[in-house]
């Protein structure tokens, strides 16, 4: 054989593993499992009930911007942010859905919308789906960490031994080079919460709780004081600037839902996932939308929309009212809502890495769980450690406009994943004789379908001719009928999403029509991104995965709790 022959099959050779390594999935038994042990030790223990659930999801979604993005918005939708809210919160419940589905489904293990499209799917498209998320998680972190900082020094300053005497380096942030600024308070308040995070899940579920309480409890002081200050006239005209600036604002409010799906990270730790997983899911979120929906009423009720502020809407609002002190009560809502959301996620990245650690995609010290805390303490001060760097050194604010695409790609791949998981038991199985097999059909249309839900986004957008739009829904409509006639469905045990497929792929279309609203750099980000995620999967990941022994041994059975009902 000539060197040039045995350099082609040594390329050959290296490509056919790639991509028989990139096409595997991981085999899960749903249902029925009820404890995890892992070769590095224990696995997670089981604490959270299904208030703790609920508290999880409320303290993940509802942080500062309930008391921002609420004003901001209003200044153009008007009134109608409301009927924003309504829309944004009904897509989310969509996503709920399918996350709700696939939890009951496989109620055992860490990892959330990785672990749903490794058994779904494959492992590259997991592998991507991470790393999305990850970087969404991190710079969130980061950011939420600065903003915290910046709330709590805003509340010192209410006393007048700190007024004017705390310099910017130490909460607000003092730039030094362009996105280079210090930060010294923000790194503090991460490493408390990483302390707290190693400690155990009961200790930081329980300052979760005291916190989200709080919060959710000035929420409502709030809109029951606004109440009675609220001017109905203040609600007319109720759509100043029409329906497109509602549904431009139902695209922008739809991010102060997202949050509610760490409930499904959890699934080691609670109680009683199969039903709890569920109801923590959906159940957060309808809280949120109803707390959301009030503060919109009370503030567009309270001052014109067109005198609210843009900083500070809500807090002028009740100034403007004579009701300074409530503003006070706004700061400490905000303080309390920051330190939930970067508690929670501060969590949810620590789970996932778990989660990969144990596959063998990241080195094995990722896996280890602490043989006391039960906690997977490596991962969670990595976490730490990766956001302590961003929040002290870095402007990461600057990054905000390429967050969400994380969130969005997680969404649609997880509704991707109801549909394939009810047709692939019996499709999977069968031989198909036509040239294309059934499976492939149908992810063929359901990829259709996501190109037509970002084509339509980009004819939004950019003003096109809805002619346009309507040929990217129907082409989409076609390919949502040959998935309902052409596939079958089997439903799952647990919680079912109902009206699938119809429901799922509605919701893939509406994220990815989201997607396309995000900015142009979000889009340079996602493939940017992926093209580094693939090249880390072809030096490590594919050598080192084992989706099928993956570090996890899972026992089979169903506790005594869970049998009695």
Known sequence: MSAEQSLAHTS???FSHFWSSALRSKPLSPASETYVRTNSGEGLVRRLSLFDLLLLGIGASIGAGIFVVTGTVAKDAGPGVTISFIIAGACCVLNALCYAELASRFPAVVGGAYLYTYSAFNELTAFLVFAQLMLDYHIGAASIARSLASYVVSLLELIPLFKDNIPNWFGHGHEVLGALSINILAPILLVLLTIVLCWGVGESSILNSLMTVTKVVIVLFVIIVGAFKVDVSNWTPFAPNGAKAILTGATVVFFAYVGFDAVANSAEESKRPQRDLPLGIIGSLLICIVLYIGVCLVITGMVPYQLLGEDAPLAEAFTSKGLKYVSVLISIGAVAGLTTTLLVGLYVQSRLYLGLGRDGLLPAIFAKVH?????PVHSQVWVG???IILSGLLNVRVLSHILSVGSLTGYSVVSACVVTLRWMDKAASQISTRWVSERAEGIIC????????????????FGASFVFMILATVIAICCAAA????QVYVDPPGFSCPGVPILPIISIFLNIFLFAQLHYEAWVRFVVLSIITVGIYAFYGQYHADPVSSNVSIIYHRAPAEEAK
Do not use: D, E
């Open 446 to 461: 359901l990829l259709t379908i996501a190109c037509c839900g970002f084509a339509a986004g980009v004819f939004y957008r």
């Open 483 to 486: 998935l309902y006639l052409r």
């Open 385 to 387: 450690i990766v956001a």
């Open 371 to 375: 043989p006391t805390r039960r906690t």
């Open 12 to 14: 050959s050779s290296h």
